[in-house]
């Protein structure tokens, strides 16, 4: 079951604003739901149960949209989204030993985000920095020829 | 329209255009098998995916089999439903339905019917050549509906009966591929949903993936527990279809046999929620009445049109999804709940037992019972006016249980006092019932007049939504019937738009009312069954000796007694109750 949050009024208002937008049209759910989640980052519950009363369908329907396409995600990114490239060249450099590192230390999964929201951890394809595998970014700042032992110092700069 | 010629299975047959292959060949008694298609037949209720291909067909010319529900006949058109092709594919397709099938029957609450099972026996499955991963989901109890969805065969006629027919939205196909299940929005339990719980998604599931929350334990727990006393009320509905457990013909109007039966169950005192139904119109009848009378007389703060009340998944639909409007139905409560707060205050004292040693189970054609016991309004102190409610379904399993040959029963009356009742409280049990019981009585009030006819024949039918209008000495009466939330919704939005023309409006939540209530014998998309129990209701009534509610002598005495006046003090405070704005888990609460 997803996390009890309390929706922001500037967020509230630009949803129905998004509605609006797609003259609360049920038909347009997915753009909806595209343009929501590119605003907020995620889809929380909430957010889906107000785009399901602006355009008049329900919210079973809207979550049954959210959760048949791996696009929409309802699980917020961290303060600071660490994306580990699995592209073959980083991936064959051991990518694979970092990702894990970032796991076990974190404790959480690819596609989830740490209990107290500062980190979230996903894996991508080729970042177009293979002189530099294995590649990570944190936010904006990108991380390169990385062992698993230097994960643990990457997290203390953030902690 | 234009027929068109085809063959099936080597006979030639003509059929209307537009017919499909499923249809035709039903129409000449070839039986193709079906799972998740689903069809009751004049209540515009339909499923028809086309997904479980269990009911494939092979048409010469055409290169794959086609599903016989959804492909249309055409004209010269040969379509063979049983060479070996066709049996061998309807096979893999049942053995692939089966690889991901607890199959547990021997437990599974449908047993004996089930429509998966049955498909099983018919085609003589012997052993699951497919073995890998099964579905694995949570199991959600809620107060009346359990999903067990590991079962689900993804039919979706719950999905269809949820959203299309009752608007309510509460059940959805989520995730995809082998994660695919219908659920609630986020895969929360159903108590968290703005589900009604009217239970005609466990009316048309298939399989055992929705059944009833079972209280049957309780009941026989409660009855051999020598401290307590256990009275019994049975719903209008129930006596009219609880036979079809027992084999006899659909529209076996069987109460004297369940009076019995209750009574070797051991239940001590055996009533009648009819009788409670009778004093639900002195309630209901008198409020419209008092409604209606400050309406004429030009009151422009009334509420109108009267809404009944007595369905609790109506209720639930309307604090859910009509808020702004929770102040037009009536406020008598439901028959269950009337006879529960007169039998906890009124009859323990009468017979000298404390009311928490008092139990009072009931019997209901309906899910949403078991959820209306459970509202704390309903409860003093927290015990609850009704303790306990079971199905028709459920009582069958127990009769059978205590080796009770139902159909041999002699047939008995309810006991005294909460067990005398009227034609009246009988029709409470379909659609246009509780309205035209309202009418012999409210007519009977207004104008000082026995009614012309006792059979308001105008309000009687099985089409979503009615109307019509009864001349009360001069007086004309707009009546709105709705069964149905989907046609309910339509009538409310005339409401909130303030174009209503009507004084009052019966809604019952299930199509065609109580007597195909989610805790019925299960139809299996057969609506003559449901045609038969409609004729029963009224045939029940007019061999009532006395069939108009205030006639009611035991109803009488009891305002005698007890209660006063109808709408008075007391009556008020025990048999009328308030609603809520409810919002689910989730909901944004946008108001200011």
Same mark, same amino acid.
């Given at each position: 079951m997803p996390v009890k949050i309390k929706m922001k009024q500037d967020h509230i208002?630009?949803?129905?604003?998004?509605?609006?937008?797609?003259?609360?049209?049920?038909?347009?759910?997915?753009?909806?739901?595209?343009?929501?989640?590119?605003?907020?980052?995620?889809?929380?519950?909430?957010?889906?149960?107000?785009?399901?009363?602006?355009?008049?369908?329900?919210?079973?329907?809207?979550?049954?949209?959210?959760?048949?396409y791996s696009f929409f995600t309802m699980t917020p990114k961290g303060e600071y989204p660490i994306s580990v490239c699995m592209g073959t060249a980083c991936y064959v450099r051991g990518a694979e030993r970092v990702l894990d590192e970032f796991k076990r230390l974190l404790n959480i999964n690819v596609g989830e985000t740490t209990a107290d929201g500062k980190f979230s951890l996903t894996a991508l394809r080729c970042i177009g920095a293979c002189g530099l595998a294995p590649v990570?970014?944190?936010?904006?700042?990108?991380y390169g020829r990385l062992a698993p032992d230097d994960v643990k110092g990457i997290i203390e700069e953030y902690k | 329209m234009e027929n068109i010629k085809l063959t099936i299975d080597n006979k030639e047959i003509e059929v209307a255009a537009g017919t499909t292959i499923l249809k035709a060949a039903r129409l000449h008694n070839i039986e193709i098998p079906t799972l998740c298609y689903f069809d009751l037949k004049g209540m515009d209720i339909t499923n028809k995916p086309g997904s479980c291909r269990i009911c494939t067909v092979e048409i010469e010319g055409r290169k794959n089999l086609a599903p016989a529900c959804i492909t249309e006949c055409m004209p010269g058109m040969i379509v063979r439903t049983n060479n070996i092709r066709v049996l061998n594919a309807r096979r893999s397709v049942l053995e692939l339905l089966l690889s991901d099938h607890p199959t547990d029957c021997l437990i599974c609450p449908k047993s004996g019917n089930c429509e998966l099972q049955a498909l099983a026996v018919?085609?003589?499955?012997?052993?699951?050549?497919?073995?890998?991963?099964?579905?694995?989901?949570?199991?959600?109890?809620?107060?009346?509906?359990?999903?067990?969805?590991?079962?689900?065969?993804?039919?979706r006629r719950c999905e269809m009966m949820c959203n299309k027919f009752q608007t309510v939205g509460a059940l959805s196909a989520v995730n995809r591929g082998f994660n695919a299940v219908v659920a609630p929005a986020f895969e929360d339990s159903l108590s968290q949903t703005?589900?009604?719980?009217?239970?005609?998604?466990?009316?048309?599931?298939?399989?055992?993936a929705l059944s009833e929350v079972n209280h049957t334990a309780s009941v026989i727990r409660a009855i051999n527990d020598p401290k307590k006393t256990v009275v019994v009320q049975t719903a209008p509905a129930v006596r009219v279809a609880i036979g079809e457990e027992f084999r006899m013909k659909p529209g076996t109007i069987a109460t004297g046999q369940m009076s019995a039966a209750l009574r070797r169950l051991g239940f001590d005192y055996v009533f009648d929620t009819d009788w409670s139904? @009778?004093?639900?119109?002195?309630?209901?009848?008198? =409020? &419209?009445?008092?409604?209606?009378n400050k309406y004429l007389a030009g009151d422009k703060e009334v509420k109108m049109p009267l809404l009944t009340s007595c369905c609790p998944a109506w209720v639930k639909f309307f604090e859910h999804q009509f808020p702004d409007l929770k102040d037009i139905p009536s406020t008598a409560k439901s028959p269950q709940q009337m006879f529960g707060a007169i039998a906890k205050n009124y009859f323990a004292q009468k017979i000298g037992v404390k009311r928490e040693d008092l139990i009072v189970v009931s019997v209901m054609p309906c899910l949403a019972k078991k959820y209306e016991l459970s509202r704390d309004?309903?409860?003093?102190?927290?015990?609850? @006016?009704?303790?306990?409610?079971?199905?028709?379904? =459920? &009582?069958?399993?127990?009769?059978?249980?205590?080796?009770?040959?139902?159909?041999?029963?002699p047939e008995e009356d309810f006991d005294s006092p909460l067990g005398e009742s009227t034609g009246a409280g009988v029709i409470f049990g379909t659609t246009g019932g509780v309205i035209e019981a309202a009418v012999r009585t409210a007519y009977e009030i207004h104008t000082g007049k026995p009614c012309p006819s006792i059979d308001f024949t105008e309000l009687r039918g099985l089409e979503g939504i009615r109307s019509a209008t009864i001349d009360f000495d001069g007086l004309p009466i707009n009546i709105g019937i709705a069964h149905g939330l989907s046609n309910a919704r339509k009538l409310l939005e005339e409401i909130r738009e303030g174009k209503s023309q009507f004084h009052a409006i019966e809604i019952m939540a299930c199509p065609g009312g109580c007597i195909n209530g989610g805790g019925q014998p299960l139809n299996h998309g057969d609506s003559r069954i449901i045609q038969a129990r409609w004729e029963a209701i009224y045939k029940a009534d007019k061999d009532k000796p006395i069939r108009k509610s205030h006639e009611n002598k035991s109803v009488q005495q009891l305002y005698k007694e007890f209660l006063g006046e109808p709408c008075g003090e007391k009556a008020h405070h025990l048999l009328h109750t308030h609603y809520f704005k409810r919002k689910t888990e989730f909901e944004v609460d946008l108001d200011k």
């Amino acid at each position: 079951m997803p996390v009890k949050i309390k929706m922001k009024q500037d967020h509230i208002d630009k949803i129905k604003e998004i509605c609006k937008k797609f003259n609360n049209d049920g038909g347009e759910l997915i753009n909806v739901l595209h343009q929501t989640q590119h605003f907020i980052g995620y889809l929380p519950a909430e957010a889906q149960e107000l785009i399901a009363s602006e355009l008049n369908v329900s919210v079973a329907h809207v979550y049954g949209v959210v959760s048949f396409y791996s696009f929409f995600t309802m699980t917020p990114k961290g303060e600071y989204p660490i994306s580990v490239c699995m592209g073959t060249a980083c991936y064959v450099r051991g990518a694979e030993r970092v990702l894990d590192e970032f796991k076990r230390l974190l404790n959480i999964n690819v596609g989830e985000t740490t209990a107290d929201g500062k980190f979230s951890l996903t894996a991508l394809r080729c970042i177009g920095a293979c002189g530099l595998a294995p590649v990570i970014t944190i936010g904006e700042k990108v991380y390169g020829r990385l062992a698993p032992d230097d994960v643990k110092g990457i997290i203390e700069e953030y902690k | 329209m234009e027929n068109i010629k085809l063959t099936i299975d080597n006979k030639e047959i003509e059929v209307a255009a537009g017919t499909t292959i499923l249809k035709a060949a039903r129409l000449h008694n070839i039986e193709i098998p079906t799972l998740c298609y689903f069809d009751l037949k004049g209540m515009d209720i339909t499923n028809k995916p086309g997904s479980c291909r269990i009911c494939t067909v092979e048409i010469e010319g055409r290169k794959n089999l086609a599903p016989a529900c959804i492909t249309e006949c055409m004209p010269g058109m040969i379509v063979r439903t049983n060479n070996i092709r066709v049996l061998n594919a309807r096979r893999s397709v049942l053995e692939l339905l089966l690889s991901d099938h607890p199959t547990d029957c021997l437990i599974c609450p449908k047993s004996g019917n089930c429509e998966l099972q049955a498909l099983a026996v018919r085609f003589g499955i012997r052993e699951l050549p497919y073995q890998g991963e099964k579905s694995s989901h949570k199991r959600d109890k809620s107060p009346a509906i359990l999903r067990d969805m590991d079962k689900c065969v993804m039919c979706r006629r719950c999905e269809m009966m949820c959203n299309k027919f009752q608007t309510v939205g509460a059940l959805s196909a989520v995730n995809r591929g082998f994660n695919a299940v219908v659920a609630p929005a986020f895969e929360d339990s159903l108590s968290q949903t703005a589900c009604t719980f009217c239970g005609q998604c466990v009316a048309v599931c298939p399989v055992g993936a929705l059944s009833e929350v079972n209280h049957t334990a309780s009941v026989i727990r409660a009855i051999n527990d020598p401290k307590k006393t256990v009275v019994v009320q049975t719903a209008p509905a129930v006596r009219v279809a609880i036979g079809e457990e027992f084999r006899m013909k659909p529209g076996t109007i069987a109460t004297g046999q369940m009076s019995a039966a209750l009574r070797r169950l051991g239940f001590d005192y055996v009533f009648d929620t009819d009788w409670s139904a @009778d004093l639900t119109i002195m309630e209901e009848g008198t =409020e &419209l009445l008092g409604r209606l009378n400050k309406y004429l007389a030009g009151d422009k703060e009334v509420k109108m049109p009267l809404l009944t009340s007595c369905c609790p998944a109506w209720v639930k639909f309307f604090e859910h999804q009509f808020p702004d409007l929770k102040d037009i139905p009536s406020t008598a409560k439901s028959p269950q709940q009337m006879f529960g707060a007169i039998a906890k205050n009124y009859f323990a004292q009468k017979i000298g037992v404390k009311r928490e040693d008092l139990i009072v189970v009931s019997v209901m054609p309906c899910l949403a019972k078991k959820y209306e016991l459970s509202r704390d309004e309903f409860k003093t102190d927290n015990n609850p @006016d009704v303790d306990f409610s079971i199905t028709t379904r =459920e &009582l069958a399993a127990l009769i059978k249980q205590a080796n009770i040959d139902f159909s041999s029963l002699p047939e008995e009356d309810f006991d005294s006092p909460l067990g005398e009742s009227t034609g009246a409280g009988v029709i409470f049990g379909t659609t246009g019932g509780v309205i035209e019981a309202a009418v012999r009585t409210a007519y009977e009030i207004h104008t000082g007049k026995p009614c012309p006819s006792i059979d308001f024949t105008e309000l009687r039918g099985l089409e979503g939504i009615r109307s019509a209008t009864i001349d009360f000495d001069g007086l004309p009466i707009n009546i709105g019937i709705a069964h149905g939330l989907s046609n309910a919704r339509k009538l409310l939005e005339e409401i909130r738009e303030g174009k209503s023309q009507f004084h009052a409006i019966e809604i019952m939540a299930c199509p065609g009312g109580c007597i195909n209530g989610g805790g019925q014998p299960l139809n299996h998309g057969d609506s003559r069954i449901i045609q038969a129990r409609w004729e029963a209701i009224y045939k029940a009534d007019k061999d009532k000796p006395i069939r108009k509610s205030h006639e009611n002598k035991s109803v009488q005495q009891l305002y005698k007694e007890f209660l006063g006046e109808p709408c008075g003090e007391k009556a008020h405070h025990l048999l009328h109750t308030h609603y809520f704005k409810r919002k689910t888990e989730f909901e944004v609460d946008l108001d200011k």
